[in-house]
């Protein structure tokens, strides 16, 4: 395909490819900026900005098989938005492949972690997003967690890079386990990160990257910015100590009005290729 229309490397058919990327451009809950539904059109130009080869893994970036199905059709209801995610992904998710998503702000991972039963969910985000509603829906963006444990069991739900939370996530018998950026900063991620996989109860973990789980001034283009953040590395961190566990990812609420000079897209490009070479390294 042509430079920008797929992800840089996907070239392969839904047949033999061992992972499939989508792209699910979906802003309607967005409470403070809204412009996610323009990134996956930014992550995939920004996806040919790197090296074929990733020396430190050894690996090429065609090493693992990539199928680049497209966007998910841009709809105005979740539940619109559910169905499309289920026709983009459901085959992908039964048929056993790694699946890549491109959002979109955060929920869209409440679709695709619908799509499994026996995963686990481990978030890197500023935001614990563990509220039941959020501005009448329970389908906002603020609600991925608390979805995610109602679907998956609050033990298989783990959040990282935590440092917004309201007293009313907090004020409740079921909080869903979480460390903090404080905590990550003073123990260091690979503490923080064996504890998250030590208490997730299901062996395969999806990881959802939202981009404001990592500090504005690396990821400055996203909808809900949050100053104490992640770096890069530390997410790399996380996503290599996931290793032979990690079965899926997405990367949301990248915002690309809000990112002019393109380095977010650039970073959560960086990551989905981080993602899928672990996810090579392992099988
Ligand atoms: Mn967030």
């Known amino acids: 395909m042509p430079y920008g229309v797929s992800y840089a490397g996907a070239e392969h058919g839904y047949d033999d490819a061992d992972a499939v990327i989508a792209g699910i451009p979906y802003d309607r809950t967005a409470s ?27 690996l090429d970036q065609r090493s693992p098989r990539v199928h680049d199905y497209g966007d998910c059709e841009d709809r105005f209801l979740p539940e619109d938005m559910f169905e499309e995610v289920g026709f983009a992904l459901g085959p992908a998710a039964r048929d056993g492949k790694f699946i890549v998503a491109i959002g979109g702000e955060h929920t869209i991972n409440i679709p695709l972690m619908r799509l499994f039963k026996n995963v686990s969910l481990l978030t890197i985000d500023a935001h614990l997003d563990s509220r039941d509603e959020y501005l009448g829906t329970p389908y906002s963006h603020a609600c991925v967690t608390r979805r995610a444990a109602e679907h998956l069991g609050i033990e298989n739900v783990f959040a990282m890079g935590v440092r917004s939370i309201s007293r009313e996530e907090l ?18 991620v690979e503490k923080a990160v064996a504890r998250a996989l030590d208490s997730l109860g299901n062996e395969r973990v999806h990881v959802s ?31 290599s100590a996931v290793g032979d566990r990690l079965c899926g990812f997405d990367v949301t609420e990248v915002c690309p009005p809000a990112d002019p000079s393109g380095i977010t897209s650039v970073l959560a490009a960086r ?4 993602a899928l070479a672990v996810r090579a390294k392992h099988h």
């Open 209 to 239: 990257l939202d981009i404001d789980g990592i500090d504005p001034a690396y990821a400055p283009g996203t909808g809900t910015p949050e100053p104490f953040g992640l770096t890069p590395m530390d997410v790399k961190k996380i996503i």
């Open 271 to 274: 990551m989905v290729n981080e």
């Open 171 to 188: 004020d409740r018998d079921d909080v869903v386990s979480h460390a903090t950026s404080f905590e990550i900063m003073d123990a260091g």
């Open 32 to 58: 403070f900026k809204a412009g996610a539904r323009e990134a996956p059109s930014h992550i995939r130009r920004a996806s040919y900005n790197f090296e074929e080869s990733h020396f430190e893994h050894g």
